[in-house]
């Protein structure tokens, strides 16, 4: 038997453990049992170079919880460690037995995927254990030895009556820590952490159904058997390659990853990567929808198939955090305990290739069955409409991809569009005008009349559209978007032709300062135009550049820089001098009669855009009824 203490530089590490480097408790489970995969892994290797002369065999990781002993049990079929090796490995914290064995096996142990920082990993169990016990026998031929350690700096060594290669340690739960002597508990980590480690992991045992013969009698009841209860996939569909897998691997993976989320994926991107960084993964396209905000950490981040965290924020640009997934990558920078990403050069290489992987993917699907792309269209816009505001590559590359639909159904790409409408909707000035609607129901007057001469009209309804549009504008030579609400339709695209009003200069002064001292709302403003004498005569109308900047300050950002975002809305109305309404009211003899008339024109306009409400809509209705009397 020996004693000694731990080498280490503080006194009294394991307070520190405790406190500091690991602050989440329950994954002294993962770290454990990826020891226990690392062992077994590691002899899987020098088994496959010939420098272990063992069988290697089936081996497993296998956990259990004792709730009188009050223990739980990690035992895996690895490597084992001499003595030796325990005073290495475990007595010298900070000192990684998976990085030494990666430096002298670096060529061939390339991917044997080893987790590494071996010596910390392991200490993480005294956050939960009063007691920590270690029983281990090396593949080499030396006897078994069992270390102890109750949490201070002394250990003792003894020799051990362990006859089978590998490591089991007991971990002597303390009082503090004893919910996770729950069956159910341990049960939930190990689903969340070890779901995919490459080791199969036997927690306990379930009954199997053994199927009944052929000619077994209808009343024949199935015979069960007791059989090992693997809660992990060691091979999950991200490992492979994409030449192994049809789309029902991909479908009945992504139901694995999400039990409870019965909608299929839209379409998948599988990541594979091995320079300059080692990246693998499965990202997936859900139903999206109009919703920017309930889909977020949906993305699972794995090391060497460890579960780390759902926070995958700085490794996938922000666009793409709405969709869902596994990526899996050896090189990402984490601290020791895992929990924070740690800023790192090979991180933007990595975020950088996945917006660039997304973009191909998209396109590709775009290219080979653009009917199913439009399809699909409504449900994914909001991720790539993101991702078009916020990445400068994602957006040029989306040029080729991104759709415009039309209030008709029909979907354009930008340079489509452009050819689409260059004859008809370029203004006096050269400029291309790019109608567009928010609300079919909504601006049905407006698009009506839009279409009716003969202007193509985009149903742009996404959260982010007016940001979009910014950024489009800015992007793109001589274009403006115009909402088709924004004016009357004469004057949306202005050209050089002018409609000749039916009034005189002093009928128009005259009938504005009627307007003006009728609809005393400071928020409208009164604006005498001459349309088309089969035009509204009265139409509400805001002004595009308010109304964008408005909306850019509501979902974050933009409005505010120009001081509107809690200004209050104004808008414009538009009076059709050559309208037989307008006209009427101008000839009216009774002040009283023009300003019924006035009023009641005014209250529709109003109404048609949803402004009327509260008691003006009251005395609206009651108005109406007493005209119709």
């Given amino acids: 038997m020996s004693t000694g203490k731990i080498n280490v530089a503080v006194e009294n590490i394991f307070p520190l453990i405790k406190k500091f480097l690991y602050s989440d408790h329950e994954i002294f489970l993962r770290e454990l049992v990826s020891n226990a995969t690392d062992a077994t892994l590691k002899l899987k290797h020098l088994t496959n170079i010939g420098e272990a002369s063992v069988e290697y065999g089936n081996p497993i990781i296998e956990v259990k919880v ?20 325990v005073q290495k490995y475990i007595n010298e914290v900070a000192f990684s037995g998976a990085e030494e064995f990666l430096d002298k096996y670096k060529d061939s142990a390339k991917d044997s995927g080893i987790i590494g ?17 270690i029983i281990t026998k090396s593949f080499k031929d030396e006897p078994a030895v069992r270390w102890e350690c109750d949490g201070s700096p002394e250990f003792t060594l003894t020799p ?33 952490y070890n779901k995919f480690m490459p080791v199969p992991i036997k927690f306990g045992t379930t009954e199997e159904t053994l199927p009944l013969p052929e000619d077994a009698p ?3 009841e199935a015979e069960t058997k007791t059989v090992d209860n693997i809660i992990n996939n060691p091979n999950p569909a991200w490992t492979k390659q994409p030449t192994e897998l049809e789309e029902k691997d991909y479908n009945s993976f992504y139901r694995e990853l999400y039990p409870m989320q019965f909608e299929e994926p839209l379409f998948h991107i599988h990541l594979n990567v091995d320079y300059p960084f080692n990246l693998t993964g499965i990202l997936y396209f859900p139903r999206l929808g109009q919703d920017m905000n309930i889909q977020k950490d949906k993305i699972q981040l794995y090391q060497n198939q460890v579960y780390v965290t759902d926070n995958v924020e700085g490794i996938v640009p922000e666009f793409l955090t709405m969709l869902r997934g596994v990526i899996d990558s050896p090189d990402i920078p984490l601290n020791v305990s895992r929990s924070y990403l740690q800023a790192d050069g090979a991180v933007k290489k990595i975020s950088s290739y996945i917006t660039r992987k997304v973009a191909d993917k998209l396109k590709s699907l775009f290219n080979e069955d653009r009917e199913d792309f439009e399809k699909k269209w409504n449900d994914i816009k909001v991720v790539i409409e993101y991702g078009m505001l916020s990445e400068d590559k994602f957006f040029e590359k989306a040029d080729s991809f991104a759709l415009y639909p039309t209030v008709d159904d029909s979907y354009y790409t ?12 370029t203004d006096k000035d050269g400029k291309l005008i790019v109608l567009y609607a928010s609300n079919k129901d909504a601006q049905h007057q407006y698009i009506e009349a839009a279409k009716a001469k003969g202007y193509e009209v985009l149903l742009l309804d996404s959260p982010i559209v007016s940001h979009l549009l910014q950024k489009l504008e800015t992007s793109k030579e001589n274009i403006s978007f115009v909402r088709v609400d924004g004016d009357n339709v004469e004057s949306l695209i202005k050209k050089d032709e002018e409609q000749i009003s039916k009034l005189s200069d002093e009928e128009k002064e005259s009938l504005k300062k009627l307007l003006e001292e009728t609809i005393a709302d400071k928020s409208y403003t009164v604006k005498l135009e001459a349309i088309d004498s089969n035009a509204a005569p009265f139409m509400i109308t805001q002004p595009e550049f308010m109304r964008r900047m408005k909306e850019m300050q509501a979902t974050g950002g933009g409005g505010g820089m120009f001081g509107m975002g809690n200004m209050p809305d104004m808008y414009n109305v538009i009076v059709n001098t050559n309208s037989e309404l307008v006209n009427e009211i ?10 019924r008339l006035i009023t009641q024109s005014m209250d529709l306009a109003r109404l048609s855009q949803g402004l009327l409400k509260g008691e003006a809509l009251t005395n609206f209705v009651k108005r109406s009824y007493e005209m119709i009397k």
Wanted: glycine share 6%.
């Fill in 66 to 85: 004792d709730k009188d002993e009050k223990t739980i049990r990690i035992i895996d079929q690895g490597l084992g460690m001499t003595e030796e090796e």
């Fill in 117 to 133: 920082h071996f010596g910390l990993g392991f200490y993480s169990a005294f956050m939960v254990a009063r007691k920590v016990e």
């Fill in 160 to 192: 051990a009556d362990k006859t089978d290669r590998g490591t089991e340690i007991v971990l002597h739960v303390a009082e503090d820590s004893e919910e996770f002597l729950e069956e159910n508990r341990i049960s939930q980590l190990l689903a969340k």
């Fill in 218 to 220: 209808e009343d024949a």
């Fill in 414 to 425: 930008f340079a489509e569009l452009q050819e689409k409408i260059k004859d008809s909707q």
């Fill in 586 to 595: 101008l000839s009216t003899k009774t002040k009283k009669k023009q300003e």
